[in-house]
């Protein structure tokens, strides 16, 4: 968060690669904190292109896991806010609404 240098993105691209090598990622529990960091990258970043790609990493593997955390459909929510992704910030929005009242009820 330290400014988002704008190579940061670098390490998005290559956890994508990883990613893609190592399929069981989704049930080793690495998906909703890289999610969640990725979404916070791209909130905190100031190149619209970078935040965007980051962005876009992050939906498509949040997409991948099992019920995201509300903290990561929050970040969701505003990182595409930011970006004008007015969809996908009406759909993060809804699912962080849905899980706090999953959460509220308990």
Request: charged fraction near 30%; glycine fraction near 6%.
């Amino acid at each position: 968060r330290a400014g988002a240098p704008t190579d940061a993105l670098q390490y998005i691209e290559s956890i994508d690669l990883e990613f893609k090598k190592f399929d069981n990622w989704k049930q080793a529990g690495l998906g909703h904190m890289t999610v969640k960091s990725a979404f916070d990258y791209s909130l905190e970043c100031n190149d619209s292109s970078a935040g965007k790609k980051a962005f876009k990493y992050a939906n498509t593997w949040g997409n991948q896991v099992n019920k995201l955390p509300f903290v990561v459909l929050e970040a969701g929510m505003q990182a595409a806010e930011k970006w004008n992704m007015y969809f996908k910030a009406k759909k993060y929005k809804k699912l962080a609404e849905r899980e706090r009242a999953r959460i509220d009820s308990m």
